[in-house]
């Protein structure tokens, strides 16, 4: 047991990660944060007080126990922290590098009162780094329950989803519609912030677990989900299908050809390596004056994907200010870093023809905040004969996306307003057995609020199949039922 | 590692039909229940290959099998023609994809096929054969050793019209001229049905356009998903910004916007035509190293590769 410690005699000052000079990462495809080593994590781990209040865990989407891991880091036990983290996140070494920690668990750290927050998503990076690099795996020791569970789209929802219901006793197949799984992760999140390799060790784990993954399987259209439910023997499915079909500015010059959207400029270098051509097939287009509008995470990700591709300038254009920018601050910082020219209070009124069907440069206004409009953020308007041109032979729109159409079209499934599914408060669709969840739910959200909901729906399938967490039942619920002991479910009504 | 390592997509049978076009039946029983007319997929050739959309030609429910026909035009095309053989397999194929085409009852149809387009029209045609229209099939090839499916065609057809641009078979000029003459003689036509290259449907929808006949159209835009993820096959109807992998790929040809269409099929014109190139000269390097094998015939590629931005 460590000694008692205080707020004065813990290292004061967070440890910093090594990253990989702006310059030179500009250039390249490798990892921008180089991850800490053990002592450094070690220094880390000591910082936190392991108070008795935890809020990092109610932080966390999915519940994580945070002290707990870090505890076992102390104790220099990396085998058992990865245990603890995998209690509720198979995906420790995605969400170290992808979650908005400042926003979740290190928002709330006891630490953070005083000085700055215990680093919680640089220690669970650690240690999923060195599971993966140990091949640590789960291998569910639990009894077959005999259940089918069917799940559409291994992005983050779906993983989720998929490995507490295989660590439940259920069979799960996950169906993809690409070639590869992993969703958002894979096609979406370039490898300078989540390598594939990481994505596919996660990707291993499940199979480890016994989740096994259909490729090439368009739901909806190969089979529907109600032949998953009637025909095909599936007792219950999740739907996780991500918002897809992305938002045009609806401007003129919206259809040119240097016009395309973030996820398709990210799904041909990330996904179909676009970036290696021609060793790979897949083409991409390189601009050398790129404008990304929006200020969100795909936008941050879009632009440092044109720089690497070899652009020589990155403009990103945002029709509000810095302070209502959607993106985590350590993602502009790092674009910031690497050469990015934003331009706040800026929106664009017109892409420019250079007579061949392509893109010659944008016209743009001023914008001046106004006020709060029903986001809460203040609403740009705006400024009265302030229009300019930029040059850019390369535009990418990175301004949201909408429900993808498929399952609607497809299915009975109700639909909100926005066609998005509509789900009750437990993730329940429209549909007995049918659950949902992620961005075809919420619309754009993050990869732990995806992960988050999938394993919200996963015990609202267990409830419905009649599987009941007797720990659960005996200590109460936690905010998504996260339980130490599921492999105590058991089978108490056959469906 | 290999997660997601694909399963196999086996080429049961090929047949082809020209130095160019060849037929390709890929085992997928799964798909071959599901897919309905005017549905297309995505195919990938190897793991290294791009995803490419190609139009569904026909499916066979009791063989369990999709069958596709494809143009050698570009490196992935031509690698294919080489590569593709029976007992080999695809890397990817996924589908069926898009809004099937609604054959609905119409009694009298003209279905249109132009070139390559010949042979996706053809189980539309067949479909309203089977729901009891007069089924007037009229099919464009340039010159006569590049027509296929003729009698195939035929079979479903209660008139039959084969345009050659060159007269070589059938008659002299477009399908345009064939539905010219189509029109001329059946006043009661209530639909046409067109799938061909963009120039050729934006010509059929420009023939109808005067006698205000309902004209559907199968668009072929660049994609990379096909699910409607990307953006990348976005096309102008009526003013309406639509994807054609989740909207259509059907679209009533009175209001696309056959010039952007176009404009928009252009836009990798460049990293295509240095990906062709570049791949034409491996295959004669290794031709010239491997002095057994035949000489592999290449196009004349007009854009020299050192213009070329890719790599």
Same mark, same amino acid.
């Given at each position: 047991?460590?000694?008692?410690?205080?707020?004065?005699?813990?290292?004061?000052?967070?440890?910093?990660?090594?990253? &990989?000079?702006?310059?030179?990462?500009?250039?390249?495809?490798?990892?921008?944060?180089?991850?800490?080593?053990?002592?450094?994590?070690?220094?880390?781990?000591?910082?936190?007080?392991?108070?008795?209040?935890?809020?990092?865990?109610?932080?966390?989407?999915?519940?994580?126990?945070?002290?707990?891991?870090?505890?076992?880091?102390?104790?220099?036990?990396?085998?058992?922290?990865?245990?603890?983290?995998?209690?509720?996140?198979?995906?420790?070494?995605?969400?170290?590098?992808?979650?908005? &920690?400042?926003?979740?668990?290190?928002?709330?750290?006891?630490?953070?009162?005083?000085?700055?927050?215990?680093?919680?998503?640089?220690?669970?990076?650690?240690?999923?780094?060195?599971?993966?690099?140990?091949?640590?795996?789960?291998?569910?020791?639990?009894?077959?329950?005999?259940?089918?569970?069917?799940?559409?789209?291994?992005?983050?929802?779906? $993983?989720?989803?998929?490995?507490?219901?295989?660590?439940?006793?259920?069979?799960?197949?996950?169906?993809?519609?690409?070639? &590869?799984?992993?969703?958002?992760?894979?096609?979406?999140?370039?490898? !300078?912030?989540?390598?594939?390799?990481?994505?596919?060790?996660?990707?291993?784990?499940?199979?480890?677990?016994?989740?096994? !993954?259909?490729?090439?399987?368009?739901?909806?259209?190969?089979?529907?989900?109600?032949?998953?439910?009637?025909?095909?023997?599936?007792?219950?499915?999740?739907?996780?299908?991500?918002?897809?079909?992305?938002?045009?500015?609806?401007?003129?010059?919206?259809?040119?050809?240097?016009?395309?959207?973030?996820?398709?400029?990210? #799904?041909?270098?990330?996904?179909?390596?676009?970036?290696?051509?021609?060793? !790979?097939?897949?083409?991409?287009?390189?601009?050398?004056?790129?404008?990304?509008?929006?200020?969100?995470?795909?936008?941050?990700?879009?632009?440092?994907?044109?720089?690497?591709?070899?652009?020589?300038?990155?403009?990103?254009?945002?029709?509000?200010?810095?302070?209502?920018?959607?993106?985590?601050?350590?993602?502009?910082?790092?674009?910031?870093?690497?050469?990015?020219?934003?331009?706040?209070?800026?929106?664009?009124?017109?892409?420019?023809?250079?007579?061949?069907?392509?893109?010659?440069?944008?016209?743009?206004?001023? $914008?001046?905040?106004?006020?709060?409009?029903?986001?809460?953020?203040?609403?740009?308007?705006?400024?009265?004969?302030?229009?300019?041109?930029?040059?850019?032979?390369?535009?990418?729109?990175?301004?949201?996306?909408?429900?993808?159409?498929?399952?609607? &079209?497809?299915?009975?499934?109700?639909?909100?307003?926005?066609?998005?599914?509509?789900?009750?408060?437990?993730?329940? #669709?429209?549909?007995?057995?049918?659950?949902?969840?992620?961005?075809?739910?919420?619309?754009?959200?993050?990869?732990?609020?995806? $992960?988050?909901?999938?394993?919200?729906?996963?015990?609202?399938?267990?409830?419905?199949?009649?599987?009941?967490?007797?720990?659960?039942?005996?200590?109460?619920?936690?905010?998504?039922?996260?339980?130490?002991?599921?492999?105590?479910?058991?089978?108490?009504?056959?469906? | 590692?290999?997660?997601?390592?694909?399963?196999?997509?086996?080429?049961?049978?090929?047949?082809?039909?020209?130095?160019?076009?060849?037929?390709?039946?890929?085992?997928?029983?799964?798909?071959?229940?599901?897919?309905?007319?005017? %549905?297309?997929?995505?195919?990938?050739?190897?793991?290294?290959?791009?995803?490419?959309?190609?139009?569904?030609?026909?499916?066979?429910?009791?063989? +369990?099998? =999709?069958?596709?026909?494809?143009?050698?035009?570009? @490196?992935?095309?031509?690698?294919?023609? %080489?590569?593709?053989?029976?007992?080999?397999?695809?890397?990817?194929?996924?589908?069926?994809?898009?809004?099937?085409?609604?054959?609905?009852?119409?009694?009298?149809?003209?279905?249109?096929?132009?070139?390559?387009?010949?042979?996706?029209?053809?189980?539309?045609?067949?479909?309203?054969?089977?729901?009891?229209?007069?089924?007037?099939? =009229?099919?464009?090839?340039?010159?006569?050793?590049?027509?296929?499916?003729?009698?195939?065609?035929?079979?479903?057809?209660?008139?039959?019209?084969?345009?050659?641009?060159?007269?070589?078979?059938?008659?002299?000029?477009?399908?345009?001229? +064939?539905?010219?003459?189509? =029109?001329?003689?059946?006043?009661?036509?209530?639909?046409?049905?067109?799938?061909?290259?963009?120039?050729? *449907?934006? +010509?059929?929808?420009?023939?109808?356009?005067?006698?205000?006949?309902?004209?559907?159209?199968?668009?072929?835009?660049?994609?990379?998903?096909?699910?409607? *993820?990307?953006?990348?096959?976005?096309?102008?109807?009526?003013?309406?910004?639509?994807?054609?992998?989740?909207?259509?790929?059907?679209?009533? +040809?009175?209001?696309?916007?056959?010039?952007?269409?176009?404009?928009?099929?252009?836009?990798?014109? %460049?990293?295509?035509?240095?990906?062709?190139?570049?791949?034409?000269?491996?295959?004669?390097? @290794?031709?010239?190293?491997?002095?057994?094998?035949?000489?592999?015939?290449?196009?004349?590629?007009?854009?020299?590769?050192?213009?070329?931005?890719?790599?």
């Amino acid at each position: 047991m460590a000694k008692k410690k205080t707020i004065r005699t813990i290292p004061q000052e967070r440890t910093p990660m090594r990253e &990989q000079d702006a310059r030179a990462r500009a250039k390249n495809f490798a990892e921008v944060a180089c991850g800490y080593s053990l002592e450094e994590a070690l220094r880390e781990a000591e910082r936190c007080l392991l108070c008795p209040d935890e809020p990092c865990i109610k932080g966390c989407p999915v519940n994580i126990d945070i002290p707990g891991f870090i505890r076992k880091i102390g104790e220099k036990d990396l085998r058992g922290a990865y245990d603890v983290i995998a209690e509720t996140n198979l995906l420790a070494a995605v969400c170290g590098r992808v979650c908005p &920690q400042e926003t979740q668990c290190e928002k709330v750290c006891t630490v953070g009162e005083s000085l700055e927050p215990v680093a919680i998503g640089r220690l669970e990076r650690f240690v999923g780094d060195a599971a993966i690099q140990n091949a640590w795996g789960r291998v569910s020791s639990v009894e077959p329950n005999g259940f089918r569970i069917g799940i559409v789209g291994s992005g983050p929802a779906g $993983m989720a989803c998929a490995a507490d219901m295989a660590k439940a006793g259920c069979e799960v197949t996950v169906f993809e519609a690409f070639h &590869q799984p992993g969703g958002v992760l894979k096609y979406g999140i370039p490898d !300078f912030r989540l390598p594939n390799e990481v994505v596919d060790a996660e990707i291993e784990n499940l199979r480890k677990l016994g989740v096994t !993954f259909e490729c090439n399987t368009l739901v909806g259209r190969l089979f529907t989900i109600e032949q998953m439910i009637d025909e095909m023997g599936f007792h219950a499915v999740f739907i996780g299908t991500g918002a897809g079909y992305p938002s045009m500015l609806g401007v003129p010059g919206d259809s040119l050809n240097g016009v395309l959207s973030a996820n398709e400029l990210l #799904t041909r270098c990330n996904l179909l390596r676009a970036r290696d051509f021609p060793e !790979f097939d897949t083409p991409v287009p390189l601009g050398r004056q790129v404008a990304v509008i929006g200020a969100g995470n795909t936008a941050m990700d879009a632009m440092r994907v044109c720089l690497r591709l070899g652009a020589q300038k990155v403009h990103c254009v945002y029709r509000r200010s810095r302070t209502e920018c959607p993106a985590r601050a350590e993602e502009v910082h790092h674009a910031e870093q690497e050469g990015i020219e934003f331009h706040w209070l800026t929106a664009p009124l017109e892409i420019l023809d250079d007579g061949k069907g392509g893109v010659r440069g944008m016209r743009c206004i001023r $914008m001046e905040l106004g006020e709060p409009d029903d986001s809460g953020r203040r609403r740009p308007v705006p400024v009265k004969g302030s229009e300019f041109d930029f040059e850019a032979d390369q535009v990418v729109y990175a301004i949201g996306t909408n429900a993808n159409p498929i399952i609607g &079209q497809t299915s009975r499934l109700k639909l909100n307003k926005r066609g998005y599914l509509e789900t009750d408060d437990d993730l329940a #669709t429209s549909m007995a057995g049918v659950y949902a969840g992620g961005d075809i739910v919420t619309g754009a959200a993050t990869v732990i609020e995806a $992960m988050g909901a999938g394993r919200k729906a996963a015990r609202s399938m267990k409830a419905y199949l009649g599987m009941r967490d007797a720990q659960q039942a005996a200590t109460g619920a936690t905010l998504f039922g996260i339980d130490l002991r599921e492999r105590n479910f058991a089978r108490i009504r056959v469906a | 590692m290999q997660p997601g390592q694909p399963s196999r997509f086996e080429i049961v049978s090929r047949q082809d039909f020209s130095d160019a076009t060849y037929l390709l039946e890929v085992r997928h029983p799964m798909m071959a229940r599901a897919a309905r007319p005017g %549905q297309f997929v995505i195919v990938m050739s190897h793991e290294h290959g791009e995803r490419i959309p190609l139009t569904i030609a026909d499916f066979d429910r009791s063989r +369990g099998t =999709i069958t596709l026909v494809i143009q050698a035009v570009g @490196k992935t095309t031509r690698q294919m023609q %080489q590569t593709c053989k029976a007992g080999t397999a695809l890397y990817a194929m996924v589908g069926p994809m898009g809004i099937p085409s609604p054959i609905g009852r119409a009694k009298k149809v003209v279905c249109v096929g132009g070139g390559l387009g010949v042979a996706p029209m053809f189980p539309q045609a067949r479909g309203f054969k089977e729901n009891g229209a007069y089924v007037i099939g =009229i099919v464009g090839f340039r010159t006569r050793s590049l027509v296929f499916w003729e009698d195939k065609f035929r079979s479903c057809c209660d008139e039959f019209i084969l345009c050659t641009d060159d007269g070589s078979a059938g008659i002299k000029g477009l399908v345009t001229e +064939g539905i010219r003459r189509a =029109i001329a003689k059946h006043p009661d036509i209530e639909e046409v049905v067109a799938i061909g290259p963009p120039v050729m *449907m934006k +010509g059929c929808a420009e023939a109808t356009r005067a006698h205000k006949i309902k004209t559907v159209v199968s668009l072929n835009p660049i994609m990379v998903d096909g699910t409607g *993820m990307c953006g990348g096959c976005r096309v102008k109807i009526g003013g309406e910004v639509k994807f054609a992998c989740v909207d259509g790929p059907d679209f009533d +040809g009175h209001k696309v916007d056959f010039d952007d269409l176009m404009s928009r099929l252009r836009r990798y014109a %460049q990293e295509e035509r240095a990906a062709a190139q570049r791949w034409s000269e491996n295959c004669r390097m @290794k031709d010239l190293a491997d002095a057994v094998g035949p000489a592999v015939e290449l196009l004349e590629l007009p854009d020299p590769f050192e213009d070329v931005k890719g790599g």
